[in-house]
């Protein structure tokens, strides 16, 4: 777990920061992920709205985003509508801040829905399944998954259909995930087991763990025991 817990500190994502681990039965780590935008596309923390406006950098955004994807019931595009939301922004205010935004909560509030789909980023458990499949494949049947997020809906798909046996989590998701999709089966015994983790993990991890010495010294203290010399 303290792998996962690391591995959302790779993440992008300006909302929250997820990391999760993939092992094999026997807990040997198979793929580590965490919740971000796929391969060759920029992370919403690195993009600036100012640039989206300005139309610089324009590779970091899609044509969607840029104006070119359509428009909403109201006849403007993306990029007109932030724009408008943007038009007062002080930049002082910000003090060096990279003005970021998310673009699932404005396009969700564009067109007045809540839909999860239009997040940019992958999740983390969905992040590590697709590693193993892009490098070469290995079975996960009857293996683990450690995240620091229990997973949502579609990521407790993957894992039921992967066969995954128990799921470790720090933080509860919310959604019906717990109560539906890993608990709709015809037997009982091939459902993955939901478990809160149960240990140390972050800062408590290394409170617990890192000697404030190392052993040898410690006992070499503590006992004056020194090898005796044949000098």
Known sequence: MQIAYNAKANSGCISRQVGAVVTDESYSIKAVGWNDIPRYQI?????NVTDLINKKNPEHFSDFEKGEG??????????????????NLNQDELEGLNCSFCFKTFHNAYEG????????????????????????GQGLKNGNLFTTASPCELCSKKAFQLGVKRIYYIDPYPG?????????TVD?????????????????????????????DELAIRTKIKAKTNK
Not at 176 to 184: P, R, S
């Open 113 to 136: 829905e809540k839909n999860q789909v239009h997040t940019r980023s992958l999740h983390a458990e969905e992040n590590a399944m697709l590693q193993i499949s892009k490098y070469g």
């Open 70 to 87: 359509g428009n909403y019931e109201d006849g403007q595009n993306f990029k007109d509508k932030i724009s408008a939301d943007h038009a």
């Open 188 to 216: 009982q015994s091939k459902k993955p087991v939901l478990c809160m983790f149960q240990g140390a993990s972050g800062k408590a991890f290394h409170k617990l763990y890192d000697p404030f010495m190392s052993h040898k």
């Open 43 to 47: 992370p919403c923390s690195l993009r």
């Open 176 to 184: 019906i995930a717990t109560k539906h999709i890993l608990k709709n």
